[in-house]
Every structure is written in C-alpha cells, then in structure tokens.
T-cell receptor, first 106, second 113 residues
C-alpha cells in the first residue's frame, strides 16, 4: 500500500505544451512537497504547500486538502524541464511517491 | 549559504566490507534522514534522527546503522556490504516538526561487487 500515488509514471511532451502531474495521498499531512530530480542529479525542493496554490515562474502547484490531491503544472514546457518530479507528504514522517519521469522534446 | 553535503559521491566496494557514507549539514536542522533510491521503488527510508543522540529505524534498516553525536552529522554505516545494497543514497534534513522544507544532499552512488 502506497501512501502517495503519482500519475502518470512517464510523460512525454512537445516543447511549449502545458503539463500536469497529479499526486494523491492517503494519510493526514502537515504539508505536501514537490521535488525535482534531473538525470544523475540531486533532489531539489520546488514547492512546499499546505493549502491553495503556489507559483514559481512557469511552475504552479495546487493542493486540495479535502480531496487529498495535489497537481503540479508546468506552463510552456521546455527541454530543461525534463526530470523526475516527486511528490512527498509530511505527516508523522515523510512519504514519497515513486516519481513522474518527464521528457520534453524540442 | 547553508548546505547539506555527502561524501563520497561515488564508491565501489566489495561484499563484506564495512562502508561509511558521510552526511554533513549546516542548516542546524534537528531532523536528518537517510534514504536509498532504487528503480521502481522511489525513496525508501533507512534511518532517521530527530536530534543529537536520537536515532530511529526506517522501513529498510537491516544491515545499516547510524549515529548522531552532533547536530551537523549523520553518518550511515553498512556493517557488511551486500550486493543488494548497491544503490544511490540520499541524506536529507528538515526543520523541527516535519513542517519545514526538506533539503537533500547530492547523493552517494554505492556499488557493491
């Protein structure tokens, strides 16, 4: 049983497309995190949110606490957005999704 | 700038050897974690610590140990390395109470032959 489920597992998009990655969780949380990992690289935090919506440049993260669901949107996608995006939640511990591998083709 | 560093970044060792992966953070965070990342499994928790002299087992702790003698460091030791422990290891830290942002090291790729 996975406390955090992401979809899709893999995603290929053309440059410029609008992208959505979904995350559902089954535990009580204090915050939800979106993380980014480039191939062979480290893991960096993109967002931490507990309600509503946050925006950084072309990235938007939303969360619906009642539905236990979050989405990460990328507007005007670019090849440099190609990475694995990981959803994580913090409750009594951190729980991680298995990631969504995004490839943006020029 | 505050940071979290891991060493070594890459290591090849032989079955049965003891290996220690270092993790050092300058955020002054109480919480520190060790994860392993394997294809198809995502990040799995090995050990964690909520403060000096506090250590706890995670879901995949067999064959691993940690110690926390100060706030900055949480070394991970593989007592007798096994091929099943070939993986990428990430150290992370967060502020008190799991309500803060999670910061990761660059990862340590360990190969056990």
């Amino acid at each position: 049983k996975n406390e955090v489920e992401q979809s899709p597992q893999n995603l290929t998009a053309q440059e410029g497309e609008f992208i959505t990655i979904n995350c559902s969780y089954s535990v009580g949380i204090s915050a939800l995190h979106w993380l980014q990992q480039h191939p062979g690289g480290g893991i960096v935090s993109l967002f931490m949110l507990s309600s509503g919506k946050k925006k950084h440049g072309r990235l938007i993260a939303t969360i619906n606490i009642q539905e236990k669901h979050s989405s990460l949107h990328i507007t005007a996608s670019h090849p440099r957005d190609s990475a694995v995006y990981i959803c994580a939640v913090s409750g009594n511990q951190f729980y991680f999704g298995t990631g969504t591998s995004l490839t943006v083709i020029p | 700038d505050a940071e979290i560093t891991q060493s070594p970044r890459h290591k090849i060792t032989e079955t049965g050897r003891q290996v220690t992966l270092a993790c050092h953070q300058t955020w002054n965070h109480n919480n520190m974690f060790w994860y392993r990342q394997d294809l198809g499994h995502g990040l799995r928790l090995i050990h964690y610590s909520y403060g000096v002299q506090d250590t706890n087992k995670g879901e995949v702790s067999d064959g691993y140990s940690v110690s926390r003698s100060n706030t900055e460091d949480l070394p991970l030791t593989l007592e007798s390395a096994a091929s099943s422990q070939t993986s990428v290891y990430f150290c992370a830290s967060s502020e008190w109470g799991l309500t803060g942002e999670l910061f990761f090291g660059e990862g340590s790729r360990l190969t056990v032959l």
